[in-house]
């Protein structure tokens, strides 16, 4: 059955550095009551089919989070399943199970509460592999970000203003957006006159964690209408894991991101991302990050993006906006909320709900999350908006992967 | 939720594979998922150039004592550029696997999946893994009790037993029965030929729960492939069909359950065969391989997923129904009790079970009736969650 999938509602709660009034329980209520009712209303009890989570056990400091799962979504005693990985990967799950035919409406919920975390540097050591990487206790896991940062910005002569200028741009975006706390109007000497934390990046470079839920609610496409009237679809998405020790994988450019996104695009039918789409919400947590991964989503060919970066083409005004929302850098990042944090700026933008932060034209969009250091896995969805429906839709593919 | 008879893309299991379930095995975590998943891929007739997509079952990071224990074990897996997907669900998480698998090939998305279920418990805290489940409480009203794992599932036996007038010799009857049937699984760490009078007589852990009503700690990993229709009948003429898949999810708070019956084990059981279209599973299921971490928990299992009616499990024990040449075989592999119970891993080993089962190729294992349709089922969380996946020929 191929059917279209769509979100028919979004719910967010928190996004700030400390949410202080809720456990991480209640913020998860609060994101799926939002969504809920977004979603024109809807009972969770009777009108949902299943519920996907997205948590780890070590940020939660729960050893089987799964179990407190159901009820804050009101999924008791329903088909709910946690997937320890970005929130976008749960969305993916709820895609595929909505094209197998069986499900109508399903939900992806994410949560994340940093601000409990006492040994945030500990537990990022505990990702590492315990004989070859993390025996080495390195000091600072922010660290191997910036021996990518280094790996790339000397294969592809990346001045450093480049990277000022992604933290300056994102946390002038950020300031539009009413859910983003680490907005501030800075300029690219700013950052460029910050000490460096882990050289070549600074505190700047480095985005902050931050609280936050969302919950997305997905739909087959002959249901959809029944929710509302503005679904924002989903015509593509992939995730890929790349080789996951730092031994093996490519530095300088996150082939993860590239084979999600070939993949992605080849199911929405885009041949050409940057005509076809306008705007992108791309994993930033790490200012350098944002330039890698808009080369590997095919925004700029390789080692050119920090060229049109700074030509302004990346800028809310440019040719084709990256992280109009502010991104990580902007906005914080969420653990494994993050890829949800994307998809729902994206998804208000393509209804056209983003507020101040709303973009001129915005129908097709690129979503695409990281799951930070250590990790090699990348989700990216393409959304469209609900005006030019029949346009990007022409296209479906019975298998995405390998061809057997 | 609508019920879609026409999946397109019919998922089928064509390989499995295991490792020896032991305690303290030499390989890490990666190494053991790779030996599970070549095998799988061996038998499969495939390598990993075929494969489009992994999954990847393993229950707390804890016990492997690695955070985001999927992005680790994804080379392992097979899953270096490829999409690997995650999935957790306590002690059900081995039988979620398949029915991601199902999803990921149901959905059209991939064509063949190599899932991957690992667990390395024995690296786990100091004296003893069980350590690790001090932390699976709600932190603020059950962590600081300090509860102990082994004292609610006494609880739960004691209130089953309770209920339903059962003696500890009935129970027993099923610890002494999967040890025996474990005896001919090349794989098995605790396989024995004991009587109801060692199991009565071992030490008593929490009363009613004594050492050989438990299954032990163990390392293993396990893995299967599972390719769309057209795939699957071109690599095997015995390819066995993913046909119904449930689970659900009851609410965290445990204490206000009714621990005689599994009603989670029911709605996850009555998802899987409304898809499969059964109606009478005691008549319709051939041989079921049921989550049994404890031996009552396997009679509870079989009532809550209407194999039994309720009470009526131990009684078809003690008439051999569940034997391996009964009409009804629980288990016939040898069960968490005889082969072992690396979590995510002990659930995939149900399910491969039941594949070598419904495609004639357990061995010495094979069940003496004809067998069609067989079921997997496992159970985790805080006696909360069921996984279910109906296969048939």
């Known amino acids: ?404 | 939720m609508s019920r879609n008879i026409y999946v397109k893309h019919r998922p089928a299991v064509i390989g499995a594979g295991l490792t020896l379930f032991r305690r303290r095995l030499l390989e890490t975590p990666k190494e053991l998922a790779w030996i599970a998943a070549k095998q799988a891929l061996e038998e499969a007739g495939l390598t990993l150039k075929d494969i489009d997509c992994v999954v990847i079952g393993s229950a707390p990071d804890t016990f492997d004592g690695v955070h985001m224990k999927g992005e680790y074990l994804a080379d392992g897996a097979g899953g270096v550029n490829k999409p690997v997907m995650r999935v957790f669900v306590g002690g059900a998480t081995g039988v979620m696997v398949p029915i991601a698998a199902w999803w990921h090939v149901a959905s059209g998305h991939c064509k063949t999946v190599l899932a991957v279920a690992e667990e390395k418990m024995s690296d786990a805290d100091i004296p003893h893994p069980q350590a690790v489940f001090r932390y699976i409480w709600d932190p603020v009203t059950e962590v600081p009790l300090q509860p102990n794992l082994i004292w609610i599932f006494a609880m739960e036996m004691h209130r089953y037993m309770y209920k339903c007038g059962v003696k500890k010799e009935d129970i027993a009857l099923v610890s002494v029965k999967n040890k025996r049937n474990a005896l001919d699984h090349p794989a098995a760490q605790v396989a024995a030929n004991i009587t109801v009078d060692d199991v009565l007589k071992s030490e008593v852990l929490v009363w009613p729960v004594q050492l050989l009503d438990i299954s032990p700690v163990s390392d293993g990993a396990a893995a299967f492939v599972v390719a769309s229709e057209d795939i699957a009948r071109r690599q095997t003429d015995t390819p066995v069909w993913i046909d119904g898949v449930g689970w659900a999810l009851d609410t965290t708070s445990w204490t206000n359950r009714d621990l005689a019956f599994p009603e989670y084990a029911n709605v996850a059981a009555q998802m899987a065969y409304r898809m499969a279209g059964i109606t009478n599973p005691r008549k319709e299921i051939d041989v079921a391989e049921v989550y049994d971490p404890f031996d009552y928990k396997e009679l509870h299992h079989m009532e809550g997923l209407g194999l039994a009616k309720k009470c009526e499990a131990p009684i078809l024990t003690r008439e051999g129904v569940t034997q391996r040449d009964g009409d009804l075989p629980i288990n016939p592999s040898g069960g968490l009790l005889g082969v072992g119970n690396p979590i995510a891993a002990a659930g995939t080993m149900k399910v491969a079970e039941i594949y070598w089962q419904l495609a004639g190729k357990a061995g010495k294992r094979q069940v003496k009736k004809p067998v069609y349709t067989g079921l997997a089922h496992a159970w985790g969380d805080l006696m909360q969650a069921s996984t279910v996946v109906i296969m048939r020929v």
């Not at chain 1, 089987?64 to 799962?69: G, H, L, T, V």
């Not at chain 1, 895609?95 to 035919?101: Q, R, S």
């Not at chain 1, 306008?278 to 590997?296: G, P, T």
């Open chain 1, 1 to 404: 059955m191929s059917r279209r999938v769509a979100i028919v509602g979004v719910g967010w709660y928190g996004f700030r550095p400390v949410v202080e009034e809720a456990s991480f329980r209640e913020m998860m209520f609060e994101a799926a009551v939002r969504a809920y009712e977004d979603a024109g209303g809807i009972n969770p009890r009777t009108d949902v089919d299943a519920f996907a989570s997205c948590q780890e056990d070590f940020w939660e400091g729960i050893a089987i989070a799964d179990e407190f799962a159901p009820e804050p979504i009101g999924g008791t005693l329903k088909p709910v399943f946690t997937t320890p990985g970005d929130g976008l990967q749960c969305v993916a799950s709820a895609y595929m199970m909505i094209k197998t035919g069986q499900f109508d409406v399903v939900v992806a919920e994410s949560h994340a509460k940093p601000s409990d975390i006492v040994n945030m540097h500990d537990i990022i050591l505990f990702a590492m592999d315990p004989i070859t990487t993390r025996a080495i206790n390195m000091p600072n896991y922010h660290a191997i970000a910036a021996l990518e940062a280094q790996a790339y910005m000397s294969r592809y002569n990346v001045p450093r203003e480049a990277l000022a200028y992604v933290v300056s741009k994102d946390k002038r975006n950020a300031l539009l957006n009413e859910r983003a706390s680490y907005g501030a109007n800075i300029t690219v000497d700013d950052v460029l006159n910050m000490p460096y934390s882990v050289s070549p990046l600074t505190r700047l470079d480095i985005a902050p964690f931050v609280d936050a839920a969302v919950v997305v609610v997905l739909a087959g496409e002959d249901v959809a209408r029944r929710f509302t009237d503005t679904p924002v679809w989903v015509d593509g998405i992939h995730w890929v894991t790349e080789d996951p020790s730092l031994e093996y994988h490519s530095w300088e450019f996150p082939r993860h991101a590239m084979l999600a996104a070939e993949t992605a695009y080849k199911m929405a039918g885009i041949q050409d991302p940057i005509k076809e789409l306008h705007f992108a919400e791309v994993d930033a947590r790490y200012s350098f990050k944002e330039l890698q991964f808009i080369e590997a989503l095919k925004l700029a060919p390789p080692g050119e993006a920090h060229k049109l970066l700074l030509e302004g083409a990346f800028d809310r005004d440019g040719l084709f906006p990256v992280n109009p929302s502010g991104g990580a850098l902007g906005e914080g990042v969420p653990l494994e909320v993050h890829g949800l944090a994307r998809l729902l700026n994206a998804v208000l933008q393509l209804r056209g709900e983003a507020g101040r932060a709303q973009l001129g034209k915005a129908e097709r969009a690129v979503v695409h999350s990281w799951r930070g250091v250590p990790t090699t896995t990348s989700v990216v969805a393409v959304l469209v908006g609900d005006v030019d429906g029949e346009l990007a839709h022409n296209y479906f593919p019975t298998c995405v992967g390998n061809t057997y």
